[in-house]
């Protein structure tokens, strides 16, 4: 019992110990405090404001660095095209009455009458915009009909619909692919895509365009690593993202070789469908459908209702699982006001279009092999692009440096919208990964005829050979 006592005297006494230290502290700090205050107050004292007379001459010996650089007086940026007419097979440049090779406008659907009286009727029935994002008030009728429409079409389970096109890309793929995953992706992706993968902090690995043994070599690298710790291995995601054509070089994918390649190394396979859609295969239905490859071997397909849909906004299909979770974390499709009731009554009307005239996509087909056929016999350029892609790329055969090279093509594009034909080189973002080497993009349209592609080659060899001779 005495040694009991003792023990909780001993107890009892340590710990009014740590109390006087604590309280010792508290008052240190407090006194350290006070001390502060006074010395601030007697310091703020004694500093000598600046008279006007001192604040004026410092202003004036101050010279701020200049915000932009110098810019030359004739830089292109300073002198910007003026489009005075509606967009379509041919638009008015400059007053110059021009073929149209520079939109995405590959069914020729902007001009459609049909589609543009039935956004008028759905701008009188719901107004202009929807007021709010899908989950919370955004939410109207034709957005489930054109849901429905997309899965139908695509033989798919489920549909979400976005309401641009690049936020569509950027945000479903940081819906699954976390920071502890991999990506394995083509080194030529689009902007959309790589701000994607960047928003999803995962582990990238790049392999050559197109290439599938350079993709086998880097998934038999990885199987390497995840053999020596099975355990972290069995945590980790990986997934495939390519796209169906790729717009930096109108290329495309190999899809049948990647899906066997995503069968033996369980990878989940995403594909970005903006170009592809709506132009190939037989029903316009894009790459799986062109290589009759089945649509569930595809995880996940992104899409723009941007060019051959002709209206705004983008999509992605597949299974319910899938597309559900998009619904809470596709940031795009959660914090974004829905498209617009006119814009989606217009995408709907496209689609029955589409399927009410599939020879549509036989005419693209054919001036596609056309187009191809009489750019390769171009003195000056060198094509790259698949046959069947309406996108074609012109690079110069001869090799400059990258400002020359986009100087000289440049000014055949201005030569050839003064002889009434408007092509352009695409622009790209130098934070782009990878930046894809300049050239002319041509977007084939099923509008045009024979008379217009003799036309188009013709100004072509003739400007770039003023320009190059």
Not at 81 to 89: D, I, N, Q, T
Not at 195 to 223: C, M, P, W
Not at 350 to 356: G, H, P, T
């Amino acid at each position: 019992m005495m040694s009991s006592k003792f023990i909780l005297l001993e107890l009892i006494d340590s710990g009014f110990g740590i109390i006087t230290h604590y309280q010792t502290f508290i008052g240190i700090f407090f006194i350290l405090w006070l001390i502060w205050l006074l010395v601030k107050k007697r310091f703020s004292r004694s500093i000598k404001k600046p008279t006007d007379e001192e604040i004026e001459k410092k202003l004036a010996s101050w010279h701020p660095e200049s915000l932009i650089f110098d810019t030359e007086d004739d830089h292109p940026s300073l002198k910007s095209r003026l489009v005075s007419s509606p967009v379509g097979k041919r638009l008015t440049v400059d007053g110059k009455d021009c073929l149209n090779l520079g939109t995405h406008n590959y069914l020729g659907l902007l001009e459609n009458k049909k589609i543009e009286e039935r956004a008028i009727n759905t701008v009188r029935k719901y107004g202009v915009g929807s007021c709010g994002p899908r989950g919370f008030y955004g939410t109207v009728d034709v957005h489930l009909v054109l849901e429905d429409r997309l899965a139908k079409f695509m033989e798919a389970e489920e549909a979400i619909v976005y309401s641009y096109g690049f936020s569509t890309i950027a945000s479903s793929i940081p819906a699954y692919s976390k920071k502890r995953d991999i990506i394995f992706a083509d080194e030529r992706i689009n902007f959309s895509i790589q701000q994607g993968i960047n928003a999803s902090r995962s582990t990238v690995y790049y392999f050559k365009h197109n290439d599938v043994d350079d993709l086998e070599r880097l998934l038999i690298e990885q199987n390497d690593k995840d053999k020596k710790n099975s355990k972290r291995a069995a945590k980790i995601r990986r997934f495939l993202i390519i796209e169906g054509i790729y717009i930096n070089t109108g290329q495309v994918c190999p899809l049948p070789d990647l899906i066997k390649l995503c069968r033996k190394y369980k990878l989940r396979i995403f594909m970005d469908e903006s170009i592809s859609f709506g132009t190939l295969g037989k029903n316009g239905k894009g790459v799986t459908e062109h290589f009759g490859v089945p649509r569930h071997e595809v995880d996940l397909i992104m899409g723009s209702l941007e060019w051959a849909i002709s209206s705004i906004g983008g999509f992605c299909v597949g299974s319910s699982f899938i597309i559900e979770h998009q619904r809470l974390s596709g940031l795009g499709y959660c914090f974004s006001a829905s498209l617009p009731p006119l814009l989606t009554a217009a995408a709907i009307t496209s689609l029955d279009i589409i399927e009410e005239d599939p020879s549509i996509f036989d005419k693209l087909r054919k001036n596609c092999l056309s187009f191809q056929t009489r750019l390769n016999k171009l003195q000056y350029f060198e094509l790259s692009a698949m046959p069947e892609s309406p996108v074609k790329h012109l690079y110069l055969k001869k090799q400059y440096d990258r400002h020359k090279e986009q100087e000289l093509l440049l000014e055949i594009s201005n030569k050839c919208i003064e002889n009434n034909l408007a092509v352009i080189p695409p622009a790209y973002l130098d934070t782009e990964r990878n930046l894809p080497r300049p050239s002319l993009r041509l977007c084939i349209s099923s509008t045009l005829n024979e008379e217009d592609i003799d036309f188009a080659l013709e100004v072509l060899e003739r400007c770039s050979t003023d320009v190059l001779s």
